[in-house]
């Protein structure tokens, strides 16, 4: 009844930029926080950036200063403006929303999206 759809993955060399959007669709009442989280080969699942409803956002260490969460209340979408890639950003990332259906809360996850960072 909720799907969360990342997009905006893909190849990128290092220094470059991307962005990753993530819209929710379905029986939404409400989104409370947002958030992305990155999954490299071998690794366990991280938080990059999360923000909340009134926009306060927060960052790992490795990504501040280069990554910028955003999100559109109206539209539903949260994005992650990703600026002077590293390899070592290079993963799966996945949207994760804590999403009111009628008058219950819920944990989403999106399928995921590719970053690869290489020359």
């Known amino acids: 009844q909720v799907q969360l759809v990342e997009s905006g993955g893909g190849l990128v060399q290092p220094g470059g930029s991307l962005r990753l959007s993530c819209a929710v669709s379905?029986?939404?009442?409400?989104?409370?926080?947002m958030a992305w989280f990155r999954q490299a080969p071998g690794k366990q699942r991280e938080l990059v950036a999360a923000i909340t409803m009134g926009g306060s956002a927060n960052y790992a260490d490795s990504v501040k200063g280069r990554f910028t969460i955003s999100r559109d209340n109206a539209k539903n979408t949260v994005y992650l403006q990703m600026g002077r890639l590293k390899p070592e950003d290079t993963a799966v990332y996945y949207c994760n929303a804590e999403v009111v259906v009628v008058a219950t809360v819920g944990d989403y996850w999106g399928k995921g999206t590719l970053v690869t960072v290489s020359s």
């Open positions: 379905g029986s939404v009442s409400m989104i409370y926080a």
